[in-house]
């Protein structure tokens, strides 16, 4: 199994309608199409930071997990999931459009324990 940590920096100043969105819209299809572990949004408490300071973005305000059998799998499957007519339906309705993403990072791990 690897994982893939997708963090998001998302304009703050669309950021509840971005959780709505998300919250109506998106996850019930990434939840249906992927292994989804979670999905989290930054709530009120300040970001706790040790050593270098963070970039003027700060750190992310989404994270979401998905779970994958290997790296093949996902490179096979992810892009055909997000680029169905019903996905891309639903992105076309994100606050602000693409330029409300300032970065999008995705990292592949594999667990330890």
Do not use: C
Not at 85 to 93: L, V
């Amino acid at each position: 199994m690897i994982y893939e940590i997708r963090n998001y920096h998302f304009d703050p100043e669309k950021f509840a309608d971005y959780k709505t969105w998300a919250t109506e819209q998106a996850l019930p299809y990434l939840d249906r199409e992927l292994d989804l572990v979670g999905f989290w949004a930054t709530g009120e408490d300040q970001t706790e930071v040790n050593g270098k300071p963070l970039d003027e973005l700060g750190s992310a305000n989404i994270t979401w997990i998905i779970r994958w059998p290997d790296r093949e799998s996902r490179d096979a499957q992810f892009e055909q999931i997000m680029s169905t007519p019903e996905w891309t339906e639903i992105f076309a309705n994100v606050p602000g459009g693409l330029s409300s993403y300032h970065r999008m990072e995705a990292k592949f791990t594999e667990s330890l324990l």
